[in-house]
């Protein structure tokens, strides 16, 4: 009964999740004055579904000409029943979308999202994934609020069987640098070496006000699902907690998360991560169930790395993601010309079903996961 309640607790998170993205692209294209046709959360047969009170647009009308003589048509438009937007929860929680008129269609409507400037459209198309961003960014502040202590980089003690005191570092060394990336937690110290430490890596450190280079240090391994990581063989002081550790936290943390998710896409494409490093909605769920069995802490740790995904993986280049029209809106922008709306709607339907041929494998990956186990 307790696994079902954990269960919902992630399909409810989850579908938050969504819902906040898919808000980012409504918003702002009401303020921009585009018509919404629908807003959906989840996907597949619809569960519920109302439709808004005020209309989009104008309705079939004309008016008289400025000299009276004739009348001058208004432009067309559907009726006002059509002309409203129709809310719906869909019975999937993989996903969503907002349906935009003249999104994905030629259509000469004022409140089509063709009419609009070219920088409306990339403020609509780049508002859902900066949500998820922000979001992540937000909930990052409340984690490090409810840290009992924050971690610096400064080397504190050694654990047993250290291995990088061998190669120079010592206790009381504040480390700058892993590999030319600056760190500024604790946190993001151990991620670093997390993430490059499987192999001997470069350290900056402060040492007595000065400034010293580590070259080649060498941390012990951890082989997780047939994957080396770097394994931290110290333990760091702590830092006081105040408002400007807080912001300092907050930020860099949040920062380091993004780059987590670049990282992990590099070694994907590098070969260091197979498919079986992917998950899909059931692979999420899962892991949120064990991060909340885990506690509140892991659990709002997972959420922030899945809302900063859901923001970063929708700007990548891919035909049918944000990022996908975001590239045609920025060639529109630089050539002044937009790009045939045919050939971009093909493209973004190849796109849309290379992406759904992917995540119905993960999906049967995921699902067979749960039964080999």
């Known amino acids: 009964m307790l696994t079902l309640l954990y269960v919902l607790l992630a399909l409810l998170v989850f579908g938050l999740l969504i819902m906040i993205h898919e808000l980012g692209h409504f918003l702002v294209a009401r303020a921009c004055g585009v018509g919404i046709r629908e807003f959906s959360i989840g996907m597949g ?11 989009f647009g104008t309705t079939n009308s004309s008016a008289p000409s400025e000299d009276g003589e004739g009348e001058i ?9 059509e002309n409203v937007t129709q809310y719906s929860l869909r019975a999937f929680p993989i996903g969503g979308y907002v349906s935009m008129v003249g999104e994905d269609e030629e259509s000469d409507l004022p409140t089509s999202f063709q009419a609009k400037k070219v920088w409306q459209r990339i403020a609509i198309v780049l508002a859902g994934p900066v949500m998820n961003v922000l979001l992540g960014f937000l909930l990052m502040t409340v984690l ?3 840290m009992p202590q924050l971690a610096s980089t400064t080397i504190g003690a050694f654990n047993e069987g250290a291995t990088s005191p061998q190669y120079g570092l010592q206790v009381g060394d504040r480390v700058t640098h892993v590999n030319g990336t600056r760190v500024f937690t604790g946190n993001e ?8 430490g499987y192999e001997p890596v470069d350290l900056t ?4 006000g000065e400034t010293v280079e580590l070259n080649d240090v060498l941390f012990p391994s951890l082989v997780s699902e047939g994957i080396t990581f770097g394994s931290a063989d110290f333990r760091v002081y702590a830092e006081q907690k105040s408002f400007g550790n ?3 936290h907050s930020f860099s943390r949040s920062v380091s998360t993004v780059k987590m998710i670049f990282d992990q896409l590099g070694d994907m494409i590098g070969g260091r991560y197979g498919l079986n490093a992917v998950s899909g909605p059931v692979g999420v769920t899962e892991g949120m ?4 069995k885990s506690g509140a802490t892991d659990f709002l740790y997972l959420v922030i790395v899945i809302t900063v995904n859901l923001g970063v993986f929708n700007l990548l280049p891919i ?5 996908g029209r975001l590239l045609f809106l920025v060639v529109e922008g630089v050539t002044r010309k937009p790009v045939n709306k045919n050939i971009e709607g093909y493209i973004h339907f190849v796109g849309l079903m290379l992406l759904l041929l992917l995540m119905v494998l993960i999906f049967c990956k995921d699902i067979a996961g749960l039964f080999v186990r």
Request: aromatic letters at 4%; proline letters at 9%; glycine letters at 4%.
């Open 144 to 146: 490090v609020l409810s």
């Open 246 to 248: 807080i912001l300092k």
């Open 205 to 208: 450190v402060v040492r007595n």
């Open 289 to 292: 169930v064990t991060a909340a």
């Open 319 to 323: 035909p049918a993601l944000d990022g």
């Open 189 to 196: 110290l151990v991620y670093e070496i997390l993430n490059d």
């Open 45 to 55: 047969p619809k569960i519920l579904s109302w439709k808004g009170k005020k209309p």
């Open 73 to 81: 048509p208004l432009i067309k438009t559907e009726s006002v029943e």
